[in-house]
């Protein structure tokens, strides 16, 4: 039977390890923590860890497993998550994983991407403009160099964009182009519930956590931690703030004040990032377990279902329609391995089509021939495999041998679409003339799927897993 992870999320105090426990219970399972903050053995009263009473009723990992002076990165993190996952998976079919770092979080369920190397003065001139100019010199640049990631991410993050421009301007691609490409496919499946609640309640419930932290001691806690006050781990909301009262610089009233305020801001941070995940299933605060458990029930079993199909996966559209960028997200979200066609181009065909010129069949044929090697190795394990495979003949070659286990997924949009699409993105070389030929000889799969591009991509992928049903395999 296929392994389910249920990741618990949501914004601070909305109650994620009550509900947590509740399936640890239900299910017969354990819990691993990817709070980053609850990590540290010192750090009790400030971070919220589960009480004594909490910890008895389910087996709890990476809750106060290491000390704040140790060096202890999300790389380290999700390489133990994972190797201890493989062992509880032999023991249990479902575990459940809960907590609020987004980044840690993304790094057990997703995997961490890697980025090359660039060359400081990038950051530094960013940093420049940021400081000079203001954010919105760097939000007009980053929807001009890459329109993909900049309608994906919190555009108000200075850090994030900062990050994604200084690759974009050391490298001359697009942030978007190295995000998940050497992630490895995860051998569980996620099933991801988030908590909810209105604004003014997710603040009042800070509100009384910040009460309750100060009157079980949280003040005498900070105090105990000032000699190791410029360890990384206390470089956080709830110890920051009192570190300066204790400096003499404001008043305790002035300090826990501020660890409210600070503690909103991060709420509504935590909430930024987990909305972007539009698979997650969002419950009510207040619902009882006895209205969620059935949800979850259902998600499971549609999560196990598409996990029963093993399918190559062919993401077809003109150029600038996304194939890449959804053919990357389905493959995350169906947990099996993307592969981008124009990676597998000859170079004489990647010369042929920057001084604008249409390929041929002839052209095509070897590189047609290459992916449907490629499509055929991974036939056993399924695998999603981006292209251009406009005609039906092109589309004949690519399912040799493949015995109907493959899908074709058709990405629709006009020709005015497309070109204002292309026009935005930096170097891009396909003129008016090579597009138009394109839609000329497009001839859409009859049985495949179609979605049009007029949506987000995180809409677009939500589409087609549950019109992946209707299709026959």
């Known amino acids: 039977m296929e392994k389910i992870l249920i990741s618990v999320v949501g914004p601070t105090a909305i109650g994620?390890?009550?509900?947590?426990?509740?399936?640890?219970?239900?299910?017969?399972?354990?819990?691993?923590?990817?709070?980053?903050?609850?990590?540290?053995?010192?750090?009790?009263?400030?971070?919220?860890?589960p009480s004594t009473e909490e910890l008895r009723t389910a087996q709890h990992y990476f809750v106060q497993h290491i000390g704040i002076g140790d060096d202890y990165s999300v790389g380290d993190y999700e390489r133990e998550a994972l190797q201890l996952l493989k062992t509880l998976f032999q023991k249990n079919d479902l575990v459940v994983m809960v907590g609020g770092s987004g980044l840690y979080i993304d790094a057990v369920t997703k995997g961490l991407d890697s980025f090359p190397e660039v060359d400081p003065k990038y950051r530094t001139g960013l940093n420049l403009v940021l400081k000079e100019e203001g954010i919105v010199p760097l939000q007009e640049e980053l929807s001009r160099l890459d329109p993909v990631h900049y309608s994906n991410m919190d555009v108000q993050n200075p850090h994030r964009l900062v990050r994604a421009l200084e690759i974009c301007l050391g490298t001359g691609k697009p942030y978007s182009s190295f995000l998940g490409k050497d992630r490895k496919p995860r051998d569980f499946r996620t099933v991801t519930v988030g908590i909810q609640a209105d604004r003014k309640i997710i603040y009042e419930r800070i509100d009384q956590r910040v009460d309750l932290m100060m009157a079980e001691g949280l003040l005498e806690e900070v105090t105990s931690l000032q000699p190791y006050k410029d360890q990384n781990a206390l470089q956080t909301v709830g110890y920051q703030e009192?570190?300066?009262?204790?400096?003499?610089?404001?008043?305790?009233?002035?300090s826990i004040a501020e660890i409210k305020k600070n503690s909103r801001r991060f709420a509504k941070r935590q909430l930024t990032w987990f909305k972007r995940n539009k698979n997650t299933l969002w419950v009510a605060h207040s619902a009882p377990f006895t209205d969620i458990i059935p949800l979850i029930d259902k998600?499971?079993?549609?999560?196990?279902?598409?996990?029963?199909?093993?399918?190559?996966?062919?993401?077809?559209?003109?150029?600038?329609?996304?194939?890449?960028t959804i053919g990357r997200l389905?493959?995350?979200?169906?947990?099996?391995?993307?592969?981008?066609?124009?990676?597998?181009?000859?170079p004489e065909n990647v010369a042929k089509m920057k001084e604008g010129h249409a390929l041929n069949d002839d052209d095509r044929h070897g590189w047609l021939l290459e992916l449907n090697r490629l499509a055929l190795k991974n036939k056993e394990k399924g695998a999603v495999i981006a292209c251009s495979a406009l005609k039906e003949s092109y589309r004949e070659l690519l399912q040799q041998g493949l015995e109907n286990k493959e899908v074709f997924i058709y990405l629709e949009g006009t020709y005015d679409q497309i070109m204002e699409?292309?026009?935005?993105?930096?170097?891009?070389?396909?003129?008016?003339?090579?597009?138009?030929?394109?839609?000329?000889?497009?001839?859409?799969?009859?049985?495949?799927?179609?979605?049009?591009?007029d949506q987000t991509p995180a809409e677009m992928v939500q589409e087609i897993k549950w019109k992946l049903g209707e299709v026959k395999m």
């Open 16 to 49: 994620k390890t009550r509900l947590a426990i509740q399936l640890a219970q239900h299910f017969g399972t354990v819990i691993l923590s990817a709070d980053s903050r609850q990590f540290y053995k010192e750090m009790a009263i400030g971070t919220a860890v």
């Open 242 to 254: 009192l570190f300066r009262y204790l400096e003499g610089k404001c008043s305790l009233e002035f």
């Open 299 to 324: 998600e499971i079993k549609h999560v196990r279902t598409m996990a029963s199909t093993r399918s190559i996966f062919f993401v077809m559209g003109v150029s600038g329609s996304g194939k890449s």
């Open 330 to 346: 389905l493959a995350e979200a169906l947990n099996i391995p993307f592969l981008d066609g124009d990676d597998f181009h000859p």
């Open 421 to 453: 699409r292309l026009q935005k993105r930096k170097n891009h070389f396909m003129p008016p003339g090579l597009l138009r030929s394109q839609f000329d000889t497009l001839s859409p799969p009859v049985n495949g799927i179609t979605v049009s591009i």
